[in-house]
């Protein structure tokens, strides 16, 4: 399997931004979609949103939908995740996880197969 | 939106045992939108089922899922040292928008 390996933590000032990096180590991501999951002490696993790199469009959570972008640089074969006025409450480990095409005709499968580390974001003032 | 609940919140047994745990939805989930994934403590969630039943690659037997409809259900025949953790159900709804969400986790400890 594919090692996904994120950037490093950061520590942010509320009303800045963050953007993380995903990057599969000695593969691509061809076919498959790259999701973002948060895990907070409070909030558990959050989904927030994903894309399919060689599609280029991305989802998203309606709670993020208004201060997170998802994009893919198909060239280096990188995902990042950038999240806009930070508050302390996205304080955060931040996951990108694959979601492989299973689609039949009698539809598709829903699930993540492979995770990164995980990127540890600190809000903090 | 769907709203997954698991019980119990913690679960304790002694390796050998049998763990039983269900992630129940609020309104009925496709079987192949239900995915269970455990989390041992520091590192990132690992997939063990997709599709409510099957199991990821190189996933022990010991593992099972089951269930449809509301009422899901993870199975660990015998616990082995390793598997006490945290387990995680996970859905996807193909609303407008569509979105993924997770249950909040059942922790299984060592009694």
């Known amino acids: 399997q594919v090692q996904l390996v994120q950037s490093g933590a950061e520590v942010k000032k509320p009303g800045s931004s963050v953007k993380v990096s995903c990057k599969p180590s000695?593969?691509?991501?061809?076919?498959?979609?790259v999701n973002w999951v948060r895990q907070t002490p409070g909030q558990g696993l959050e989904w927030m949103g994903g894309?399919?790199?060689?599609?280029?469009?991305?989802k998203y959570a309606l709670k993020f939908q208004d201060r997170v972008t998802i994009t893919a640089d198909t060239v280096s074969n990188t995902v990042y995740i950038e999240v806009r006025s930070l508050r302390s409450e996205d304080t955060a480990v931040y996951y990108c996880?694959?979601?492989?095409?299973?689609?039949?005709?009698?539809?598709?499968?829903?699930?993540?197969?492979?995770w990164g580390r995980g990127t540890l974001v600190t809000v903090s003032s | 939106e769907i709203v997954l609940t698991q019980s119990p919140g913690t679960l304790s047994l002694s390796p050998g045992e049998r763990a039983t745990l269900s992630c129940r939805a609020s309104?009925?989930?496709?079987?192949?939108?239900l995915a269970w994934y455990q989390q041992r403590p520091g590192q990132a969630p690992m997939l063990l089922i997709y599709?409510?039943?099957s199991r990821a690659s190189g996933i022990p037997a010991r593992f099972s899922g089951s269930g449809s409809g509301t009422d899901f259900t993870l199975t660990i025949s015998r616990l082995e040292p390793e598997d006490f953790a945290v387990y995680f159900c996970?859905?996807?709804?193909?609303?407008?928008?569509?979105?993924?969400?997770f249950g909040p986790g059942t922790k299984v400890d060592i009694k």
């Open positions: 996970q859905q996807y709804v193909t609303l407008a928008p569509p979105y993924f969400s």
């Open positions: 996880a694959t979601e492989p095409p299973e689609c039949t005709a009698t539809g598709c499968l829903y699930y993540f197969d492979n």
């Open positions: 000695g593969g691509t991501f061809t076919t498959y979609a």
């Open positions: 309104h009925s989930v496709n079987n192949r939108s």
């Open positions: 599709a409510t039943s």
């Open positions: 894309i399919v790199p060689i599609f280029g469009t991305a």
